[in-house]
């Protein structure tokens, strides 16, 4: 085993302690399971609402999407397994063990891009050739041509692991403890246009409604033999996204009373809010990036 | 073949299938951290001009009606809600549509690509489909490439007189499949074949994203046409009412008389 793996004892251990002891805690309280019942569309509302629930929920939002973006960056800027590893674990224990969401849940959240993972890699791995690659690790001789495993092949999709890992746990740190809501506030600090913004507010509260609406005519369609098969099927999709989308439209107008009447001018006001980002969360932060600069030119 | 290792040769098979069938069609959206930093900021840089004229176009349209903002909130909704959806598939698989095409023939690609770039970043943040990192990439291949195709094919299929149900399903499946294609050169074009380069790591992708991406392009085609004639029976008035919708070919008329 290389030496260089002992970097990650402690924060491996650390991580592994804290969802110990969280878990051991949550015994004592009720068991969540089954509080939403299984429909689709579920996962939508699945991420924003731990973000409400997480214990990180009243750190500032422009502080943890800044960390967040910064560790996500490094993930991908730096190409180093070792630095994306340590995001990956840094990540896990901000979100489980600050965050408090259960661990079970996040490992659920992290195998999301799997398939895109593995199917991506097994590409990348895998080189097809008609001769035999000079110096592959493994080759398959196929009808008349070559499955090669080379050596750089494999170490970019080790990397690669590592990266997506990293780079999909601090994105995850983001969205799993900062509700959409004040993302876009974020955004519009970052002087994206209002229109955007605005659109982004509405899309978002729309996106909800429109859900809800969708189940409830897949329900009166399937209780009136809507999907009994194949062609059925499609005929019942089509004419309810169909319906969905006239239904909306006439609703948009009414929102758009709705806003007029209480006074929009092209602008909605929430009310915001006020967090702080404390100097020891600050510091922090800090200090784990200057740290994962150090691995970087330590162990490149 | 021992029984032992026809076990587990058979084990092996139903796990690629079950990764090569049953995987969810959204997974097209390529994954957060995994394209190098520098083609994250090429697709991005590619996507500002389109995204600059559709935000420019709809300003206009809003500054012309400042109604149709909740219209736009809801088209753009809509394509978030019906690329969320399961759809009905032959393998019994998870697949989802794109929406981009069918949004970009009712609404125009311009809009499209802004109200796509928003739907994508909506699912980085809510589902985990597609990244931060990503965006760019995804939005010219499924808010850019894609749209513009379907919005092409089908003003030239109105051009040309085509049936009106033909021309919905050639633009939006044909549409998708530019979508998957371009997908692939991204992707191949950041991790080219050792052997091949990146010709040959292209075929590796379409390949191993074939399986869902073809019957997917058929059954979005096949969707559409049935929303597009729905909308076009039903919803005629509410179509021609709202401006926005005006500069769009789909009017109504070519069907209805």
């Given at each position: 085993m290389?030496?260089k793996?002992?970097i990650?004892?402690?924060?491996?251990?650390?991580?592994?302690?804290?969802?110990?002891?969280g878990?051991?805690?949550?015994?004592?309280?009720?068991?969540h399971?089954?509080?939403?019942?299984?429909?689709?569309?579920?996962?939508?509302?699945?991420?924003?609402?731990?973000?409400?629930?997480s214990?990180?929920?009243?750190?500032n939002?422009?502080?943890?999407?800044?960390?967040?973006?910064?560790?996500?960056?490094?993930s991908?800027?730096?190409?180093?397994?070792?630095?994306?590893?340590?995001?990956?674990?840094?990540?896990?224990f901000?979100?489980?063990?600050?965050g408090?969401?259960?661990?079970?849940?996040?490992l659920?959240?992290?195998?999301?891009?799997?398939v895109f993972?593995?199917?991506?890699t097994?590409?990348?791995?895998?080189?097809?050739?008609?001769?035999?690659?000079?110096?592959?690790?493994?080759?398959?001789?196929?009808?008349n041509?070559?499955?090669?495993?080379?050596k750089?092949?494999?170490?970019?999709?080790?990397?690669?692991w590592?990266?997506?890992?990293?780079a999909?746990?601090?994105?995850?740190?983001?969205?799993?403890?900062?509700?959409?809501?004040?993302?876009?506030?974020?955004?519009?600090?970052?002087?994206?246009p209002?229109?955007?913004?605005?659109?982004?507010?509405?899309?978002?509260?729309?996106?909800?409604?429109?859900?809800?609406t969708?189940?409830?005519?897949?329900?009166?369609?399937?209780?009136?033999?809507?999907?009994?098969d194949?062609?059925?099927?499609?005929?019942?999709?089509?004419?309810?996204?169909?319906?969905?989308?006239?239904?909306?439209f006439?609703?948009?107008?009414?929102?758009?009373?709705?806003?007029?009447?209480?006074g929009?001018?092209g602008?909605?006001?929430?009310?915001?809010?006020?967090?702080?980002?404390?100097?020891?969360?600050?510091?922090?932060?800090?200090?784990?990036?200057?740290?994962?600069f150090?691995?970087?030119f330590?162990?490149? | 073949?021992?029984?032992?290792?026809?076990?587990?040769?058979?084990?092996?098979?139903?796990?690629?299938?079950?990764f090569?069938?049953g995987?969810?069609?959204?997974?097209?959206?390529?994954?957060?951290?995994?394209?190098?930093?520098?083609?994250?900021?090429?697709?991005?840089?590619?996507?500002?001009?389109?995204?600059?004229?559709?935000?420019?176009?709809?300003?206009?349209?809003?500054?012309?009606?400042?109604?149709?903002?909740?219209?736009?909130?809801?088209?753009g909704?809509f394509?978030?809600v019906?690329?969320?959806?399961?759809?009905?598939?032959?393998?019994?698989?998870?697949?989802?549509?794109?929406g981009?095409?069918?949004g970009?023939i009712?609404?125009?690609?311009?809009?499209?690509?802004?109200?796509?770039i928003?739907?994508?970043?909506f699912q980085?943040i809510?589902l985990?489909?597609?990244?931060?990192?990503?965006?760019?990439?995804?939005?010219f291949?499924?808010?850019?490439?894609?749209p513009?195709?379907?919005?092409?094919?089908?003003?030239?299929g109105?051009?040309?007189?085509?049936?009106?149900?033909?021309?919905?399903?050639?633009?939006?499946?044909?549409?998708?499949?530019?979508?998957?294609?371009?997908?692939?050169f991204?992707l191949?074009l950041a991790?080219?074949?050792?052997?091949?380069?990146?010709?040959?790591?292209?075929?590796?992708?379409?390949?191993?994203?074939?399986?869902?991406q073809?019957p997917?392009?058929v059954?979005?085609?096949?969707?559409?046409?049935?929303?597009?004639?729905?909308?076009?029976?039903?919803?005629t008035p509410?179509l021609?009412?709202?401006?926005?919708?005006?500069?769009?070919?789909?009017?109504?008329?070519?069907?209805?008389?």
């Amino acid at each position: 085993m290389d030496p260089k793996m002992l970097i990650f004892l402690i924060p491996a251990a650390a991580l592994a302690a804290g969802i110990l002891i969280g878990t051991l805690k949550a015994g004592h309280h009720s068991h969540h399971h089954g509080m939403f019942g299984h429909k689709h569309g579920e996962a939508t509302v699945s991420i924003d609402m731990y973000a409400f629930q997480s214990a990180l929920y009243s750190l500032n939002p422009m502080f943890k999407t800044i960390y967040a973006i910064t560790l996500l960056m490094l993930s991908v800027c730096m190409n180093n397994l070792y630095v994306s590893v340590l995001i990956l674990l840094l990540s896990t224990f901000i979100i489980v063990v600050l965050g408090k969401l259960p661990f079970s849940r996040f490992l659920n959240l992290m195998t999301i891009p799997f398939v895109f993972l593995i199917v991506g890699t097994i590409v990348i791995l895998l080189d097809f050739s008609w001769e035999p690659a000079a110096g592959a690790l493994g080759s398959v001789h196929l009808f008349n041509f070559y499955i090669n495993v080379t050596k750089t092949g494999l170490t970019t999709t080790v990397l690669l692991w590592g990266k997506c890992l990293g780079a999909i746990s601090a994105m995850y740190m983001m969205s799993l403890t900062t509700p959409s809501g004040e993302l876009f506030t974020v955004l519009e600090r970052m002087h994206v246009p209002s229109l955007i913004i605005e659109l982004m507010n509405m899309m978002y509260r729309f996106i909800f409604t429109m859900m809800d609406t969708q189940s409830r005519m897949k329900n009166a369609a399937e209780s009136r033999l809507g999907y009994k098969d194949y062609r059925t099927s499609i005929k019942s999709f089509g004419s309810t996204a169909s319906n969905l989308l006239v239904v909306s439209f006439k609703k948009a107008n009414a929102y758009y009373d709705a806003l007029e009447s209480r006074g929009y001018d092209g602008r909605m006001h929430f009310l915001q809010e006020e967090k702080k980002a404390p100097g020891r969360e600050r510091v922090l932060a800090v200090l784990s990036v200057v740290y994962l600069f150090a691995v970087f030119f330590v162990l490149r | 073949m021992t029984k032992k290792e026809g076990r587990w040769m058979s084990v092996s098979i139903a796990a690629a299938v079950y990764f090569m069938f049953g995987q969810n069609a959204l997974a097209m959206h390529i994954m957060e951290g995994y394209l190098p930093a520098g083609y994250c900021i090429f697709w991005g840089a590619l996507c500002i001009p389109f995204l600059v004229y559709g935000f420019i176009k709809i300003r206009r349209i809003v500054s012309e009606n400042r109604r149709s903002i909740t219209l736009l909130a809801m088209a753009g909704a809509f394509i978030f809600v019906i690329s969320s959806l399961k759809i009905p598939s032959v393998t019994g698989s998870c697949s989802h549509m794109t929406g981009t095409g069918l949004g970009a023939i009712l609404f125009g690609a311009f809009p499209v690509s802004i109200l796509g770039i928003i739907v994508l970043l909506f699912q980085a943040i809510l589902l985990a489909h597609g990244g931060l990192t990503t965006l760019g990439a995804n939005t010219f291949s499924m808010a850019i490439a894609g749209p513009f195709v379907s919005y092409g094919l089908y003003v030239l299929g109105k051009k040309l007189k085509w049936n009106q149900k033909v021309n919905v399903f050639v633009a939006c499946s044909v549409g998708d499949l530019f979508t998957y294609c371009v997908t692939a050169f991204q992707l191949a074009l950041a991790y080219p074949s050792e052997t091949g380069g990146v010709a040959a790591s292209m075929v590796k992708f379409l390949g191993v994203f074939a399986p869902t991406q073809l019957p997917l392009a058929v059954i979005e085609g096949l969707l559409s046409v049935v929303i597009v004639i729905a909308l076009e029976s039903y919803a005629t008035p509410e179509l021609k009412s709202i401006g926005f919708l005006s500069d769009t070919p789909v009017k109504g008329e070519s069907v209805n008389e």
